[in-house]
């Protein structure tokens, strides 16, 4: 189930109106697949915003670490969007790929107090929470809530889902999306990295020991000669 977006100001709520018209005139002519939310294969918008427990919140920074990230689009006075947090809050905590993923509940209705509320009283450790600006409900095409969408590590959209959505669901695409770390511009993974750094270590080593064994070899044919 879902329920429609309503935000509080004039300005919001006047754009959300007339996106909701273009979304009627498109039903009507049968264009059905323009009202994808953030389609599966493109490239999430990106997006800063303010935590309200003092820190700033960047996609493509959450994306940094190689986990996908879950955004989780809700409304506090949507009964719909309380039934999926408490349902994913009260089975995240078990699913084996729950390490792999950052979740971003993001409020929707414009009462940042009240959609903080509902966050805190079923938020998991680790969970973040931020409520949206205009333009991000714009951008996610934000009509119903709940909508839950996953940006992969390459900042691609893949998975997007407008209603209810199963907590196992969502744990068996985080662990299919996660690539984990890797070093700044693409290189390699870190424990190749860490073998090369061995094996430069183990040669040094081994050229020291080289050179330690021809200079005693030296010395002692000198002393040969001397007698």
């Not at 407008?162 to 070093?183: I, K, M």
Request: glycine share 10%; proline share 5%; net charge positive.
């Amino acid at each position: 189930m879902r329920v429609s977006v309503r935000r509080r100001g004039s300005s919001l709520s006047r754009r959300l109106g007339l996106i909701t018209l273009a979304v009627a005139v498109l039903l009507a002519l049968g264009a059905s697949s323009a009202l994808a939310q953030p389609k599966v294969g493109a490239k999430a918008p990106d997006f800063t915003l303010v935590s309200p427990y003092g820190y700033n919140l960047t996609l493509s920074e959450l994306l940094s670490e190689g986990k996908p990230a879950i955004l989780v689009f809700f409304a506090h006075y949507c009964p719909h969007c309380r039934a999926e947090i408490t349902q994913l809050s009260g089975e995240w905590p078990y699913c084996p790929n729950s390490d792999k993923a950052t979740v971003l509940l993001v409020g929707v209705s414009g009462d940042e107090q009240a959609d903080r509320a509902l966050f805190e009283e079923y938020r998991v450790d680790g969970w973040e929470f931020a409520e949206a600006t205009q333009q991000v409900a714009v951008d996610y095409r934000l009509m119903y809530v709940p909508t839950i969408v996953i940006v992969g590590p390459d900042g691609q959209v893949k998975f997007a889902k407008v209603g209810e959505t199963r907590p196992n669901q969502l744990c068996e695409l985080v662990g299919r999306y996660y690539v984990g770390p890797s070093t700044e511009g693409g290189g390699l993974p870190a424990w190749v990295l860490a073998l090369v750094a061995l094996a430069v270590v183990g040669g040094a080593l081994a050229l020291l020991k080289l050179r330690s064994s021809g200079s005693k070899k030296g010395r002692g044919s000198k002393r040969s000669k001397r007698k």
